[in-house]
């Protein structure tokens, strides 16, 4: 009888301390894992309203998350090829428009451009980003682009004493300054001012052509490549 007792106290005496090591072992792997770098919680999301796709392999990654040391619901744009991530373009608070986080521009052979409207009549302002690296190679303001001729025309500091219309060749790597729209009607008394008023008219191998055509007038510069 007291062999048997024994043997009962043993056996509760032992599953007792294995209980306490599968136990003790549960908790070190939760502290692990609490302790993690992890600061961000992915959500699902719908489908981005705007082309994600780039030539060359690349790609835009939208994403939606929590950030959980402010506990603030962020949304990105982030440059990938493949799945390799590149660079986070751009990160703001969700939701916000799309367009506004930011978009497609235009698609050259080794760059983009990233562009962001914040609305009607207001300008949209882009990056000239490198595809490889995601440095950004110009900013300004958008007016016009032709991706075939990989042309883009744009304002640099639009608003400020300094504000230059530029004409940007990416196939020739050659950065015009256009002179002489400044003082037209359209310019001076349509809101947005050059941005709303010039455009690209044509682009030959030697040669591009810029424009400001309204009922009022008709206004032609020409430029060599």
């Keep these: 009888m007291k062999k048997t007792i024994f043997t009962i106290l043993t056996f509760i005496v032992f599953f007792s301390c294995q209980n306490k090591k599968k136990k003790s072992g549960a908790d070190?792997?939760?502290?692990?894992?609490?302790?993690?770098?992890i600061a961000q919680t992915i959500f699902d999301f719908e489908p981005y309203d705007y082309d994600t796709i780039l030539n060359g392999g690349y790609n835009l990654k939208y994403k939606v998350y929590k950030d959980q040391k402010t506990n603030e619901k962020l949304q990105s744009l982030t440059?990938?090829?493949?799945n390799k991530e590149i660079k986070v373009l751009n990160e703001t608070s969700f939701p916000m428009l799309?367009?506004?986080?930011?978009?497609?521009?235009a698609d050259f052979e080794n760059s983009f451009v990233f562009t962001q409207s914040f609305g009607a009549g207001n300008?949209?302002?882009?990056?000239?980003?490198?595809?490889a690296s995601g440095?950004?190679?110009l900013k300004g303001t958008w007016v016009d682009v032709d991706e075939s001729e990989q042309v883009l025309l744009y304002i640099e500091n639009e608003h400020e004493e300094n504000q230059e219309l530029v004409i940007y060749?990416?196939?020739?790597?050659?950065?015009?300054?256009?002179k002489g729209f400044e003082n037209s009607n359209c310019v001076q008394n349509v809101i947005g001012g050059?941005?709303?008023c010039v455009e690209i008219d044509t682009i030959t191998t030697n040669e591009i052509i810029l424009k400001i055509k309204t009922y009022e007038e008709k206004i032609i510069k020409k430029y060599n490549r």
């Design 123 to 131: 300008p949209s302002y882009i990056q000239l980003i490198n595809k």
């Design 98 to 105: 799309f367009k506004s986080l930011g978009f497609i521009g």
């Design 194 to 196: 050059l941005r709303n």
């Design 28 to 37: 070190n792997s939760t502290n692990q894992f609490d302790t993690t770098d």
């Design 135 to 137: 440095q950004e190679l």
């Design 169 to 178: 060749d990416l196939k020739n790597e050659n950065k015009i300054i256009s």
């Design 79 to 82: 440059l990938r090829k493949g």
